[in-house]
C-alpha cells in the first residue's frame, strides 16, 4: 500500500506558514489540492470503511462529514490569518458536527501529529450521566484506565475539571478525582516517520482499539 501522507503533505504547510493569505493560497491551490486535499480525504474514506466493518454507522459518511475545514474562524480571534496549518478529521458515528460522542480525532501537520479519542464535549445531561457511572463502576472504570497497554499508549484521562460537583458524587471523587472532569479524553502523538508511511491508517485504527474499552463505558453510561 502507498503511503497516503507524504513530505510534500508537510511542505505546503511550512511554506503556507510563512504565506498564510488567500492570495498566496489561491496561487498554490493546485499542490494544495494534490498534496494535501485528495491524500486527506483519500485516507479519511479508507478509516471510514474500516471502521463501518463493525459498526453500520460509518457507512452513511462521507470523508466531507468528518474532516474540519482547512479556513479559520478569525471573527474573534487576534490572528487574522485564515488558514489552519494542518488537516484534522473526527472519526465518529455522526462525524465532525458532533462532538460530544466517542470516536477519535486526529490531526497532521508540521506543528503536531497527534491522535485523540473519548469524549470531548459532552452535554451537560450525558456528563453528569458519566460521572454517576464512574462513581457507581469505581473499579471496572480504574481497571480501564489503568490497564498497562493503555497507560503505555496514553498515558492518563485528560480535559479540563469542575472544582465543584454534586454533594452525592463527592465521596466518590476522593477515590476517583476524574469525577471532576468536564471531558474524558486520551492522546498520542504519532511520530513522523509513521505519518509519512503505509503504516498511519492501521496505526491510527491499532490506537482506537486500545481506546475501545474506555469509549465503550463511555458511550453505556451516556444511553
Given amino acids: 500500500m502507498k503511503a497516503f501522507i507524504s513530505e510534500e503533505f508537510y511542505s505546503f504547510f511550512k511554506k503556507l506558514a510563512a504565506n498564510n493569505h488567500k492570495e498566496w493560497f489561491d496561487e498554490h491551490r493546485s499542490i494544495y489540492e494534490k498534496e ?7 485516507l479519511c474514506e479508507l478509516l471510514l470503511n474500516k ?11 462521507r470523508p466531507k462529514d468528518v474532516i474540519f475545514r482547512i479556513n479559520k474562524d478569525i471573527r474573534f480571534s487576534k490572528d487574522k490569518t485564515p488558514y489552519k ?6 472519526i465518529s458515528p455522526n462525524g465532525r458536527k458532533e462532538m460530544g460522542t466517542t470516536g477519535f480525532y486526529f490531526e497532521l501537520g508540521p506543528g503536531e501529529n497527534a ?17 454517576n457511572a464512574i462513581a457507581n463502576n469505581i473499579s471496572e472504570f480504574n ?4 490497564a498497562k497497554q493503555f497507560v503505555s499508549t496514553f498515558g492518563e484521562i485528560q480535559g479540563e ?32 516517520e509513521i505519518c509519512v508511511s503505509e ?7 491499532e490506537l ?4 475501545k474499552k474506555l469509549n465503550d463505558f463511555l458511550a453505556s453510561a451516556m444511553e
Fill in 85 to 90: 496549518l494542518n488537516r484534522s478529521a473526527l
Fill in 161 to 192: 475539571k469542575n472544582k465543584r460537583i454534586d454533594a452525592e458524587l463527592r465521596s466518590a471523587g476522593e477515590i476517583q478525582p476524574l469525577i471532576y472532569n468536564t471531558q474524558f479524553y486520551v492522546k498520542h502523538e504519532i511520530p513522523k
Fill in 51 to 61: 471502521c463501518a466493518v463493525n459498526n453500520k454507522a460509518y457507512t452513511e459518511l
Fill in 143 to 146: 481497571s480501564i484506565i489503568k
Fill in 115 to 131: 491522535f485523540y479519542s473519548g469524549v470531548y464535549m459532552p452535554e451537560k445531561p450525558a456528563l453528569a450521566k458519566i460521572r
Fill in 36 to 42: 494535501v486535499k485528495i491524500p486527506f480525504e483519500n
Fill in 208 to 211: 482506537e482499539s486500545v481506546a
Fill in 199 to 205: 503504516k498511519l491508517p492501521e496505526y491510527l485504527l
